[in-house]
């Protein structure tokens, strides 16, 4: 079984700061994690992904996470805010082992203030 | 250029009617997917297909139906909707061998039933 836990459900950050989306996961197996972004009226697009090569990633737009296996986490960040970073961010995990489902987050929604 | 289209992208439709959700993607993948989404939260799989003629259910008990005769289209069916099945819908695909769980994602269908 697996499961993901997105600490935030709304994050507020002014521009030029960082930013960090925390997420925690559990996998019976080795995961592959990814972050996936959703601007408003816009599908689901990827960020980036860990697949158990470096566990520092880095993504788009200047996005990186760290995989933390000590600590089973997987958060995001960023070191300047830009306001095009607004949108809906989701965590997600996929086993190793078996089938190929994800496990959504229940989203981190990223507020930028000018 | 390739890429993954879901029509309409939006529906408000009366109770009792029968609809369908049109996905197709341009990318040749094999793989397709439906998630729900409801506001605030996470996706939660409905169907899949690895290829022509299969498809499975996902997690999230869903009364919809699909079908998948063409590698590139993946509509989804409500024989007679409720209010209760007023949500989003969002289509994936990924390609067979593609790394972990790296899904594409189409902009989504937000359903309402009166």
């Known amino acids: 079984a697996q499961s993901v836990t997105q600490l935030d459900s709304h994050v507020s950050v002014s521009e030029g700061t960082p930013v960090l989306l925390r997420c925690n996961y559990s996998?019976?197996?080795?995961?592959?994690l990814f972050w996936y972004v959703q601007h408003p009226n816009k599908g689901l697009q990827l960020l980036l992904k860990?697949?158990?090569?470096?566990?520092l990633v880095k993504g788009i737009n200047g996005f990186e996470a760290e995989f933390k296996k000590s600590e089973t986490s997987f958060h995001l960040t960023k070191p300047s805010a830009h306001m095009s970073d607004a949108a809906e961010y989701f965590c997600?995990?996929?086993?190793?082992?078996?089938?190929?489902?994800?496990?959504f987050g229940t989203g981190t929604r990223l507020t930028i203030i000018p | 250029e390739a890429d993954i289209y879901q029509t309409p992208r939006y529906l408000v439709i009366g109770t009792g009617k029968k609809i369908t959700l049109e996905c197709s993607q341009t990318?040749?993948?094999?793989?397709m997917y439906w998630y729900q989404q409801d506001p605030g939260m996470e996706l939660h799989l409905i169907h899949y297909?690895?290829?022509?003629?299969?498809?499975e259910k996902g997690d999230l008990s869903s009364e919809s139906t699909v079908s998948r005769i063409r590698t590139e289209h993946f509509p989804l069916t409500l024989e007679s909707a409720r209010p209760s099945h007023t949500s989003q819908y969002l289509c994936?695909?990924?390609?067979?061998?593609?790394?972990?769980?790296?899904?594409?994602f189409g902009p989504g269908t937000r359903l309402t039933v009166t």
């Open positions: 860990y697949t158990s090569a470096a566990t």
């Open positions: 297909s690895y290829g022509v003629n299969s498809t």
């Open positions: 997600v995990v996929r086993a190793n082992f078996g089938n190929e489902k994800l496990t």
């Open positions: 990318m040749g993948h094999d793989k």
């Open positions: 994936a695909s990924s390609k067979k061998g593609q790394g972990a769980g790296e899904q594409y």
């Open positions: 996998s019976s197996y080795s995961p592959s």
